[in-house]
Every structure is written in structure tokens, then in C-alpha cells.
């Protein structure tokens, strides 16, 4: 199956401070990226999706300035939570999508701000 | 409106006693449905794709059939390890982007 790494896996911040997650494709090309935020017990919740070289749509209630996504190549996407506060806490998962049937989701990585 | 219900949302079996997780939906212009198998703390496992009614595909306990309006994930005498939680995803639409998610089914498998 397709490998989807994510990094960091667990990042702890301070509140105020930002936060980049990387998500890459590796061994397919993504022409579409996928983030998702899933709270505990929850299912996920599409963040945002961005094309290769284009800007990010977001889902309705997910502020744009706060979660910068780049998806500046085919193989690699970025996420920066902006300016992190405790409720930001949370695990975001990327989904990276291109030619292939199958949908493979990143291992995620679990953000906490104190 | 386009939805996906998975039930039950908790599940607790006898080591080898079998059982099937639903996933019912509603959506226009289905392209697949998936499963995920979900352990806390990890992204999400691919388990199946599934394109169309009458399918079927197996993984060492698991099956996974798909009708029309729903999908069955079987487990056939589930071990502890197979305790995970169980997503069912749909993905619809003209570019397929669009991907609904069921809310999953929390399986323990008691030894």
C-alpha cells in the first residue's frame, strides 16, 4: 500500500508559539491534499483541502490565518497552526490523493498546547 | 443530504465470537466506500475499497460486502488484537473530493 509519513508524530507548545506539521506521499504523487483534526472519541473533520501550487479552500468555521496549509510539491504538504492555544489541542491527520483508487491517511501527529 | 451512520457505535465480543459492523449511506454519485481501521493514538488503516453493489473483498477475519445503501464489515472469530475502532468512509462526487465519514464503531474483543 501507499506510504504517507507525517512529522513530527507529537509536538508539544507553548500557547502563542506556531507549530509546522509536514505530511509527505512516498511513493505516489498527491495532487490533492486532504487535513483533517480529530478530537478524542470523535470521527475526523475535514480542515482543508489544497492542490499542488494552489491556495487551500477551507471548510466553513476553520480560519485560514490560523492554520497556514503549503502545498508547494507533489509529494509534500505543510500545515502551521498560527499563534496555538489549548483548544487547538488536537490530532490532525493528512490524506494525500492523486491517481491512485485507495485513500491513505498520514499516521498523524498529536499537537498539545499548554 | 449526503450521510454515512455506522452502528453500533460499540461493540464487545468473546474472542472468536463473529459479528458485522454496519455502514449505512446516502449519497449521490458514489466512486467507493472504505474501510479504516482506527487504533487510539494512529491515523487511519486501509482495509478496503469497495466500488460497487455485490462486491466483496476479504483480509485474513475480515470481509467487507457492499449493497446499494450499505456495507457490512464481517469479523469472523475476532481475536483481542482485532479491538480497534472501525471507520467506514464514502466518497462521492463529480471529482470524488468529496469524502464522507461514518462516526465509527469502537470493537473489544474480550479474550
Known amino acids: 500500500g501507499a506510504v504517507v509519513s507525517q512529522h513530527p508524530s507529537w509536538v508539544i507548545c507553548k500557547s502563542g508559539t506556531s507549530v509546522k506539521i509536514e505530511c509527505r506521499s512516498l511513493?505516489?504523487?498527491?495532487?490533492?491534499m486532504f487535513w483533517y483534526r480529530q478530537f478524542p472519541k470523535q470521527s475526523l473533520m475535514l480542515m482543508a483541502t489544497?492542490?499542488?501550487?494552489?491556495?487551500?479552500?477551507?471548510e466553513q468555521g476553520v480560519e485560514k490565518d490560523k492554520f497556514l496549509i503549503n502545498h508547494a510539491s507533489l509529494t509534500l504538504s505543510t500545515l502551521t497552526v498560527t499563534s496555538a492555544h489549548p483548544e487547538d489541542s488536537s490530532f490532525y491527520i493528512c490524506?494525500?490523493?492523486?491517481?491512485?483508487?485507495?485513500?491513505?491517511f498520514g499516521p498523524g501527529t498529536r499537537l498539545t498546547v499548554t | 443530504e449526503d450521510q454515512v451512520t455506522q452502528s453500533p457505535e460499540a461493540l464487545r465480543l468473546q474472542e472468536g465470537e463473529s459479528s458485522s459492523l454496519n455502514c449505512s449511506y446516502t449519497?449521490?454519485?458514489?466512486?467507493?466506500l472504505f474501510w479504516y481501521r482506527q487504533d487510539p493514538g494512529k491515523g487511519p488503516e486501509f482495509l478496503f475499497t469497495?466500488?460497487?453493489a455485490g462486491e466483496e473483498k476479504e483480509k485474513e477475519r475480515l470481509k467487507a460486502t457492499l449493497t446499494k445503501k450499505e456495507s457490512f464489515l464481517h469479523i469472523t472469530a475476532p481475536k483481542p488484537e482485532d479491538s480497534a475502532t472501525y471507520l467506514c468512509?464514502?466518497?462521492?462526487?463529480?471529482?470524488?473530493?468529496?469524502?464522507?465519514f461514518g462516526t465509527g464503531t469502537s470493537l473489544t474483543v474480550i479474550p
Open positions: 449519497v449521490s454519485g458514489l466512486r467507493g
Open positions: 469497495l466500488y460497487s
Open positions: 489544497s492542490n499542488e501550487g494552489s491556495k487551500a479552500t477551507y
Open positions: 490524506r494525500p490523493s492523486g491517481d491512485q483508487y485507495e485513500q491513505y
Open positions: 511513493d505516489f504523487q498527491a495532487t490533492t
Open positions: 468512509a464514502v466518497q462521492a462526487g463529480y471529482t470524488g473530493n468529496q469524502f464522507y
